[in-house]
């Protein structure tokens, strides 16, 4: 079975950068699938932020597209998130998954507070 | 960017009663997926390009659809039914990702 884990801070002071690892088991990242990231806010809005391809290709939401980069280290079956330019508002719950058909792995997710 | 709008937001059922909620699409599109959530845990998948349920969902649980309005039923609820289930789908390109609001199912 496929299973994710992210890791990474649980605060960032605004305008830093919000760095993010997922952890992928059980399934190399260049086999297949698209690999995302989520984020669900307080209120439980949730939010896709982007995703990279098994390609290495990247995908992202054209609302955050000029704060945000998915990469990857195929030696480590990882992938992460940077975000940049934090504020109050991307204070969320970050949640990577995996999508063939459809989102049908996620981790557990990792609560993010972006406070001074 | 088409934009998911769930109804209702907030729904109590009592047990064995039919639930329906509801997800319209601002523009057209060809399948839809629906998530489960429960507090403090991640969204699971649920039912799977608008009436496939995911694996170890129970038989109760459908979906359909098509155009601009889908749905999720439940045919008789029970208490493990209550939780907050968003709709999702992906444009064609560029290829982005949309959730609905969620619909908050409580059981009475």
């Known amino acids: 079975d496929v299973q994710l884990q992210e890791s990474g801070p649980d605060l960032v002071k605004p305008s830093q950068s919000l760095s993010l690892t997922c952890t992928v088991t059980?399934?190399?990242?260049?086999?297949?699938?698209?690999w995302h990231w989520i984020r669900q806010f307080p209120g439980n809005k949730l939010e896709w932020m982007g995703y990279i391809h098994y390609s290495g290709s990247t995908n992202y939401n054209p609302s955050l597209k000029s704060r945000i980069s998915i990469t990857r280290d195929t030696s480590k079956n990882q992938f992460f998130l940077q975000l940049n330019s934090v504020t109050t508002e991307d204070t969320a719950t970050y949640y990577c998954?995996?999508?063939?058909?459809?989102?049908?792995?996620w981790g557990q997710g990792t609560s993010v507070t972006v406070s001074s | 960017q088409i934009v998911l709008t769930q109804s209702p937001a907030i729904m109590s059922a009592s047990p064995g009663e039919k639930v329906t909620i509801t997800c319209s699409a601002s523009s057209s599109v060809s399948y839809m997926h629906w998530f489960q959530q429960k507090p403090g845990t991640s969204p699971k998948l649920w039912i799977y390009?608008?009436?496939n349920l995911a694996s170890g969902v129970p038989a109760r649980f459908s979906g359909s659809g098509s155009g601009t309005s889908y749905s999720l039923t439940i045919s008789r609820m029970e208490a493990e039914d209550a939780a907050t289930y968003y709709c999702?789908?992906?444009?064609?390109?560029?290829?982005?990702?949309?959730f609905g609001s969620g619909t908050k199912l409580e059981i009475k």
């Open positions: 390009s608008t009436s």
């Open positions: 059980g399934y190399s990242i260049t086999s297949g699938y698209s």
């Open positions: 998954a995996s999508s063939s058909y459809a989102m049908d792995y």
């Open positions: 999702q789908q992906r444009s064609s390109y560029p290829p982005i990702f949309t």
